[in-house]
Nanobody, 123 residues
Framework: QVQLVESGGGLVQPGGSLRLSCAASGSIASIGVMGWYRQAPGKQRELVATITSSGSGSTNYADSVKGRFTISRDNGKNTVSLQMNSLNPEDTAVYYC???????????????WGQGTQVTVSS
């Protein structure tokens, strides 16, 4: 089994910054694309950013966060992080970590989600 555990959420004022982290653990052979998604109240879950496993990691961002958020990963530690700057109230949501994982227990790639961490941007 594979677990993704997020940390770093909280309450921040508009214009502030937060850093989210996600650690993958369990029976992991390798991890492919990792990413962050978010879900605001009454809205569907949406992509925030993704990063591939190759080289320095190819990244992809939602238009709404480009230039403000930065995704990074540490392949040796099986972690992915999201640095969030210039936060505004529209960024308020539960943020979820996501990863495509090849486990040691069974063949194939499987998609896993973390439990989510709340980010609230408010004065």
């Amino acid at each position: 089994q594979v677990q993704l555990v997020e940390s770093g959420g909280g309450l921040v004022q508009p214009g502030g910054s937060l850093r989210l982290s996600c650690a993958a653990s369990g029976s992991i052979a390798s991890i492919g694309v990792m990413g962050w998604y978010r879900q605001a109240p009454g809205k569907q879950r949406e992509l925030v950013a993704t990063i591939t496993s190759s080289g320095s990691g190819s990244t992809n961002y939602a238009d709404s966060v480009k230039g403000r958020f930065t995704i990074s990963r540490d392949n040796g530690k099986n972690t992915v992080s999201l640095q969030m700057n210039s936060l505004n109230p529209e960024d308020t949501a539960v943020y979820y970590c996501n990863a495509n994982v090849r486990t040691a227990a069974r063949p194939g790639w499987y998609n896993y989600w973390g439990q989510g961490t709340q980010v609230t941007v408010s004065s």
